[in-house]
């Protein structure tokens, strides 16, 4: 597979996970940490697995493992470290608090993001940025942007050329695809999910 051998997926593992009071990549659903779940949706799909995070805890995955660049940036400071450190032209980006994603959206997302620096979903008006194809074109100039103090997504974005996939309508995203674990409601709402699935 062509798109496997020339890109690299990183997860971003380095927030705070202030309202969850605890690590949300090691939590458990159904017997898997959800990074663990990430990992094994992103390994049919890329030739390597990245994890940005400072957290030593997080080598046990068998991953490569990186510290963020730039402490306490949030988003857009750990796509910064990915597209600092990427040898690959493109790059998959996905936040640790996903666990519905799968490998046919990430190979869906990697075929379509032939001829643009970012390709991201849009899900019910939202752009999607992490669960999205980087290039490594995109680099001088977001180094520039957040050198000079500019760290939110949407203002970012509007110095690259973009493809939106719109992809409400689409049966890979559908369900709790796009939900982010940022609270213990979210983790209590995620495990019924879980079950739901079985």
């Known amino acids: 597979m062509e798109e496997k051998k020339n890109t690299h997926a990183y997860i971003l593992a380095g927030g705070k996970s202030s ?26 799909a890329v030739e390597k697995i990245i994890i940005v995070s400072d957290n030593p805890e997080h080598g046990k995955f068998g991953m490569e493992r990186i510290p ?3 402490k306490n940036s949030g988003p857009a400071g750990g796509i910064y470290t990915v597209l600092a450190h990427c040898s ?9 608090d996903m666990p519905f994603i799968k490998t046919e959206a990430v190979l869906f997302m990697l075929e379509n993001s032939k001829d643009s620096q970012i390709t991201v979903p849009v899900f019910q008006n939202q752009l999607e940025p992490m ?13 520039e942007l957040i050198g000079s103090g500019t760290f939110k997504l949407q203002h970012l974005f509007g110095h690259f050329t973009q493809s939106k996939i719109v ?3 689409n049966p890979l995203f559908v369900g709790p695809f796009f939900m ?19």
């Open 19 to 44: 309202r969850m009071g605890t690590d949300k990549a090691v939590l458990m659903l159904e017997g898997k940490t959800i990074l663990q779940r990430i990992i094994d949706e992103l390994r049919p």
């Open 68 to 70: 963020d660049k730039i």
């Open 88 to 96: 690959s032209e493109k790059m998959m980006v996905v936040s640790c």
């Open 131 to 143: 669960f999205a194809v980087y290039s490594k074109s995109c680099l001088a100039k977001w180094a």
């Open 167 to 169: 992809v409400d309508a």
């Open 180 to 198: 982010n674990m940022n609270s213990s409601e979210d983790f209590n709402k995620a495990k019924t999910f879980v079950k739901h699935d079985n």
